[in-house]
């Protein structure tokens, strides 16, 4: 079983900072990386797909990078409705494997 | 617009059974791969199972293998999950959703609101 480790765990970001979220692999992924937001009392949402493929209507503000083992999820100036859990996940093989989550406070 | 409705969850004791549905809506059902991901109160994100668009290829993670079984059913636009011989470790919110674009069993893109299962005596 592939084991993704976020880092960090939780982050307290004012207004208009940037957030940079990681994600590392126990073994090597390729770009089979996704990045979700969840929201209080909501479902996921997708963010980034297959490492820094955005995903429809998503705000430019995200962005996604890396290959292999190691991926960022970057949030350039934070907005207040970004408060979150984002999740990392890897598709490259079964079980599918999700990230502990990072957990995004608006100081 | 796609939209999920998951149902079926409640509470239910230890080796019980549930079968828990969502009905599927704003795109062609038959097309896309489907899984079912849960979250335990307060904890992170857990992927349980997935199915083919043909309903051909299923998966499981080793935590359900062999008690749930997923299928779905075309004429109704449903997914399914049987869940049997239940334990306190499956109590959690059980979310539909629906996979990308392209490949046999590919990640999810849109989720349901979940449903919440609880099992205990």
């Known amino acids: 079983e592939i084991v993704l480790t976020q880092s960090p765990d939780f982050q307290s970001v004012t207004p208009k900072e940037k957030v940079t979220i990681t994600c590392r692999a126990s073994?090597?992924?390729?770009?089979?990386l996704h990045w979700y937001q969840q929201k209080p009392d909501q479902s996921p949402k997708l963010l980034i797909q297959?490492?820094?493929q955005s995903f429809s209507g998503v705000p430019s503000r995200f962005t996604g990078s890396g290959y292999g083992t190691e991926f960022t999820l970057t949030i350039n100036s934070l907005e207040a409705e970004d408060a979150a859990t984002y999740y990392c996940h890897q598709s490259s093989s079964l079980p599918w494997t999700f990230g502990q989550g990072t957990k995004v406070e608006i100081k | 617009e796609v939209q999920l409705l998951e149902s079926g969850g409640g509470l239910v004791q230890p080796g019980g059974s549930l079968r828990l549905s969502c009905a599927a809506s704003g795109f062609t059902f038959s097309s896309y791969a489907m899984s079912w991901v849960r979250q335990a109160p307060g904890k992170g994100l857990e992927w349980v199972s997935a199915i083919s668009g043909s309903g051909g290829s299923t998966y499981y993670a080793d935590s359900v293998k062999g008690r749930f079984t997923i299928s779905r059913d075309y004429s109704k636009n449903t997914l399914y999950l049987q869940m049997n011989s239940l334990r306190a470790d499956d109590t959690a919110l059980y979310y539909c959703a629906k996979g990308m674009v392209g490949g046999v069993i590919v990640p999810p893109d849109y989720w349901g609101q979940g449903t919440l299962v609880t099992v205990s005596s």
């Open positions: 073994q090597s992924i390729g770009s089979n």
């Open positions: 297959y490492a820094s």
